[in-house]
C-alpha cells in the first residue's frame, strides 16, 4: 500500500494507518488471550478458579512487557 501512496491524501492514509493497527491490535489480543487461555486453563468449567484468573492476569502482563522490550530494542537499533 505504501507504494500507492502518492494516491491517496494523508488524511486518508492516516485512516488506513489507524485502521491498520487497531486490526493488529485486535489480533495480537485475540491471540495473546487464545495462548494464555490454554496455558492456564487446564480443564474448562462454567467459570474460572481464582488460580486460573491470576494465571492468565500473569501471562498476558509478561507478554505485555516482552512486547514493549522488543519494541524499545527496535527503536533503539533504528536510531
Known amino acids: 500500500m505504501q507504494d500507492f501512496h502518492f ?3 494523508e488524511q486518508t492514509q492516516g485512516c488506513i494507518a489507524r485502521f491498520q493497527a ?6 495480537e489480543k485475540r ?5 494464555c487461555f490454554a496455558k ?5 468449567g462454567s467459570s474460572l478458579s ?4 491470576s ?3 500473569r501471562c498476558v ?11 524499545r530494542a527496535l527503536f ?3 536510531r
Open 55 to 57: 494465571c492468565i492476569s
Open 50 to 53: 481464582g488460580s486460573e484468573s
Open 7 to 9: 494516491c491517496i491524501d
Open 22 to 27: 487497531d486490526y493488529m491490535w485486535k489480533t
Open 31 to 35: 491471540t495473546v488471550g487464545s495462548k
Open 61 to 71: 502482563d509478561h507478554y505485555i512487557e516482552a512486547t514493549g522490550i522488543v519494541s
Open 40 to 44: 492456564c486453563v487446564t480443564k474448562p
Open 76 to 78: 533503539s537499533t533504528t
